[in-house]
């Protein structure tokens, strides 16, 4: 997926209000390190965009494999709200 693709989809699952998200957000300020992308508050979770996206999707274990595959470091804590 292009990183501004998914920008734009970690955005609009971020904000979205309706339908309400069956998922709690994380408990972290998550940073993209291939697009200018940050949100939240907490502890730092630094990855690619792609793998933001699908923390904010609850997929926890598909975002550190995608960052690792990526070659990129997953940090800081992916529990969520």
């Known amino acids: 997926m292009p990183p501004a693709a998914a920008r734009d989809a970690a955005d609009r699952v971020w904000t979205m209000r ?20 940050t949100r939240g508050a907490g502890p730092e979770v630094r990855g690619p965009i792609t793998a933001l996206l699908l923390l904010i999707t609850a997929r926890q274990e ?20």
């Open 18 to 37: 309706f339908p309400p998200r069956p998922w709690p957000l994380p408990k972290a300020r998550l940073v993209a390190t291939d697009i200018e992308f």
């Open 62 to 81: 598909a975002a550190r494999e995608w960052a690792e595959r990526a070659g990129e470091p997953w940090t800081g804590d992916t529990a969520p709200r």
